[in-house]
């Protein structure tokens, strides 16, 4: 999907592979695996770059093709959300970073759910 968006936004800007990647300071390769989806995961910083170099947003690059999006319903970026990415790409935050922070999170909810359904964890059982 990533891939497949960085091509549609790098053909309308008139940029080949290796002009966009010498003007974004990216390897032509790794920028390549990425529109050819072999690498399907950019990093943060890569997609930075990639969105400064082609004067757009990040979550323009996250986004699904235009026709696609008019039909689906997937979750699109909101300004605080937008800000709340670049925020955390300038501190230094990493995907690995993310799934962890993310994981937690998960591992919280899963605890404040048993801990609600189990008689003895001083919530009401079901």
Known sequence: MVGERLRELRQEKGY??????????????????????VQKNPSLQFLKKIALTLEIEIEDLLGSSPTA????????????WSKLLHKAIEEGMSK?????????LKFQKW???KKSKHPNSGGQAE
């Open 69 to 80: 999006a008019d039909h689906s319903n997937e979750f699109i970026f909101d300004e605080e």
């Open 111 to 113: 605890k404040s759910t």
């Open 16 to 37: 080949s592979i290796s002009e966009l990647a010498e003007l974004a300071g990216v390897s032509k390769s790794y920028l390549s695996y990425i529109e050819r989806d």
């Open 96 to 104: 690995n970073d993310f799934r962890e922070f993310r994981d937690y």
